[in-house]
Nanobody, 124 residues
Framework: QVQLVESGGGLVQAGGSLRLSCAAS????????RGWFRQAPGKEREFVSG????????SYTDSVKGRFTISRDNAKNTVHLQMNSLKSEDTAVYYC?????????????????WGRGTQVTVSS
C-alpha cells in the first residue's frame, strides 16, 4: 500500500503561482511513474502532468504546457507541481497518483494509488 498526501493548494489571483507537493509513505512507489490530475466541479477528472520513475520523462496536458512543471525527489518520496501564470480555469481539486508502470500514463485507470486532493482556487 502507498499513502499519498497532497499539500500546497490554496487561493491565488490569476497570474499567480502555487507549488503543490505530494508526499508518499508506505510502499513509496519510487520505482513507478507519478501523475497529477484535477477535477473541477461538474467535470470529469483530467490528466494534468506525469513524470517517469527516473524523472527524465515528463508529460503535460496541452492547457498547462509552458506554465506547469512537474518534478520529483525520490530520496524524499515527493513529487512537486510548480504552477505559474495560473488562470481561473485551473481552479479544481488536484490529486496526485502513483502509476502501475515506470512511464507516466494519461489515463486515470493506469494509476493504482491516489491522494485525497488539495483545492486550488484561482480568482480572476
Amino acid at each position: 500500500q502507498v499513502q499519498l498526501v497532497e499539500s500546497g493548494g490554496g487561493l491565488v489571483q490569476a497570474g499567480g503561482s502555487l507549488r503543490l507537493s505530494c508526499a508518499a509513505s508506505g510502499r513509496t512507489g519510487s520505482n513507478y511513474a507519478r501523475g497529477w490530475f484535477r477535477q473541477a466541479p461538474g467535470k470529469e477528472r483530467e490528466f494534468v502532468s506525469g513524470i517517469s520513475w527516473s524523472g527524465i520523462t515528463t508529460s503535460y496536458t496541452d492547457s498547462v504546457k509552458g506554465r506547469f512543471t512537474i518534478s520529483r525527489d525520490n530520496a524524499k518520496n515527493t513529487v512537486h507541481l510548480q504552477m505559474n501564470s495560473l488562470k481561473s480555469e485551473d481552479t479544481a481539486v488536484y490529486y496526485c497518483a502513483v502509476a502501475t508502470g515506470h512511464m507516466p500514463p494519461r489515463r486515470a485507470y493506469e494509476y493504482a494509488y491516489w491522494g485525497r486532493g488539495t483545492q486550488v482556487t484561482v480568482s480572476s
